[in-house]
């Protein structure tokens, strides 16, 4: 299967878990969410013939598990009321999981291999202090760990690599401990994925970050290439045969990745990212959908402009989606000459198309910050049917951010929680002491795409090389971990708690160099691999919809975020 790696849940120790909650729905399968003591929540694992009770009375044979007295499907882990008890369990003496029964339980620098060996919370919340943090070190090493031995392999391995490719490039590959992807000690095939795919060049990525006491571990090695010069006309050309068709769709993807596209090609070069045009399609093609499509625009547009004065009085939701339109139209990017002035016609085409999807999409309607997204598209068209499809085409990704229950935002927090523990260990243990695993500090970054973040040609720029899902289709959480890891040192140095925090990231908005920006979320893609795959729950946004309908689902009250 192509996706497998979706599908994987990495293993944890059951020190780390909070509760086991049952689901026995009316219709459909069984199914249990295992809730962390971090307040997330893995997706729904589910039993397609039965098997949830033999799975707890499993569960019992290595923790306490008993029902919780409120609610009969929630069966809590080790929940001692006893403080003693709980300290004892959170020993692990003797280990819930074992090594042999789990090979693949992660062992890093920062935070899993301290718990494996016992040392919870009063060890993982240190205050940096590089003495007390060393003695634990060499009281773990004195003892046979095989998952450990596997750690030190690789880090040998690596070693060999940060020699050679220091010797084979002509920049300096600086060991710094704040540079560090920490959690390559997690398995080899990360460094597999880097050695077989990325050769040494001296295209060296540095990620600037100030010295780190939390970061101990000197892994320091990852690279991306530069970014090159925009697509132009002539270039373009050599993608496209007589006809008009693309001829190497992977080809023309990649180098886009790299460079984005000039701003003339843009509505040609959109369309077909988006999806409102196919890459096999030739000229004559593309021009006989935009005149049915323009056709079909104009009817579904009708129907809300044929809404007499009376029936509107009697239609409340259509009333409160369009007062909620012209408000947000209005304040939208008016400092852009394309939208500025009284009386600009721009204006009243985003307010059309808007509306338009109210209705072409009325179960999901309209909610604030559509208009972000849809301002660069109508932007690039100049055309009010062309910019509808393009936006239908982009909500079918992004529709889910905006669902009543947040399910599609919930999701890529979540899978961005995974990806930082991954990939910066020290990072996330401090979110984790602050309480801001939620990663809520993120909302506006995801939601929005980075739209108000970043100056408008940056915006644009930023949205093809995401469409192009060159490395993946996720890479707006890779992008998402490359700033939270540049403003790291001044994050922990400055001891920021949520609010502070939240302001810090919110003040970043145009001070962001997107081409450094996404050199380095190409690097911590390639580092992060197949195990960064597999942090992201299958159906996750912007993923299309799977032919067999399928797409990842929790309900609210399961995902405690």
């Known amino acids: 299967m192509q996706d497998k790696n979706l599908y994987t849940i990495r293993a944890v120790p059951f020190t780390d878990v909070r509760s086991i909650r049952r689901h026995t729905p009316a219709f459909g399968w069984q199914y249990i969410i295992v809730v962390l003591s971090s307040g997330l929540a893995f997706p729904p694992l589910y039993f397609y013939n039965g098997g949830v009770r033999e799975f707890l009375a499993t569960v019992k044979q290595h923790v306490v598990l008993l029902r919780s007295a409120e609610h009969a499907n929630v069966f809590p882990v080790n929940d001692f009321q006893n403080p003693l008890q709980r300290t004892l369990s959170s020993l692990e003496l003797p280990r819930a999981v074992s090594l042999s029964i789990v090979p693949s339980m992660p062992v890093s620098g920062g935070e899993s291999a301290s718990q494996e060996n016992g040392e919870r919370t009063d060890v993982d919340v240190l205050d940096g202090s590089p003495s007390i943090r060393q003695f634990y070190r060499r009281e773990r090493q004195k003892v046979h760990d095989p998952a450990r031995d596997i750690s030190m392999q690789v880090l040998e391995k690596f070693s060999l690599v940060t020699k050679f490719a220091r010797e084979a490039t002509s920049q300096l590959?600086?060991?710094?401990?704040?540079n560090a992807f920490s959690h390559f000690e997690r398995g080899s095939s990360n460094l597999s994925a880097i050695d077989s795919s990325q050769k040494p060049r001296d295209d060296v990525l540095e990620l600037p970050v100030p010295p780190d006491p939390l970061e101990l571990d000197k892994l320091s090695l990852a690279w991306g290439k530069p970014r090159q010069p925009p697509l132009g006309l002539e270039e373009w050309a050599t993608f496209l045969d007589s006809e008009g068709r693309v001829v190497d769709s992977k080809a023309l993807r990649k180098r886009i990745f790299y460079g984005g596209v000039e701003h003339k090609l843009r509505k040609e070069v959109w369309e077909i990212l988006l999806g409102y045009q196919s890459y096999e399609s030739t000229y004559a093609e593309k021009e006989y959908q935009r005149s049915n499509k323009k056709t079909e625009y104009e009817i579904i547009k009708n129907q809300w402009q044929s809404i007499s004065p009376e029936q509107e009085k009697r239609f409340t939701k259509f009333r409160e989606r369009k007062d909620l339109i012209e408000k947000d139209v209005v304040r939208t990017d008016r400092s852009i000459s394309f939208y500025g002035g009284d009386g600009n016609a721009n204006l009243s085409f985003l307010h059309n198309v808007l509306l338009t999807y109210s209705f072409y999409n009325f179960d999901l309607g309209y909610c604030q910050g559509m208009s972000d997204l849809l301002s660069p598209i109508l932007f690039v068209m100049e055309d009010e049917s062309e910019s509808f499809w393009c936006f239908v085409a982009l909500m079918e990704r992004l529709?889910?951010?905006?669902?009543?229950?947040?399910?599609?935002?919930?999701?890529?927090?979540?899978?961005?929680?995974?990806?930082?523990?991954l990939l910066d260990a020290p990072l996330h243990n401090y979110f984790k002491q602050k309480d801001c695993l939620n990663y809520f500090i993120c909302f506006r970054w995801i939601l929005l795409q980075f739209k108000r973040e970043l100056e408008y040609d940056q915006t644009m720029r930023l949205w093809e090389v995401l469409w192009t899902h060159h490395l993946s289709e996720h890479l707006h959480l890779y992008v998402c971990i490359a700033l939270l890891k540049r403003y790291r040192g001044k994050i922990i140095g400055e001891q920021m708690e949520f609010d502070t925090l939240l302001k810090f990231i919110n003040e970043l908005s145009g001070h962001i160099d997107i081409d450094v920006t996404l050199r380095d979320a190409e690097a911590l893609c390639l580092c992060a691999g197949e195990n960064g795959s597999a942090c992201i729950p299958p159906g996750t946004p912007p993923s299309l919809p799977r032919e067999d309908g399928f797409l990842f689902n929790s309900e609210l009250d399961d995902t405690v975020l």
């Open 173 to 178: 590959f600086w060991e710094t401990p704040t």
């Open 399 to 421: 529709g889910p951010n905006f669902n009543r229950d947040q399910n599609g935002m919930h999701s890529q927090l979540f899978a961005l929680s995974k990806l930082v523990e």
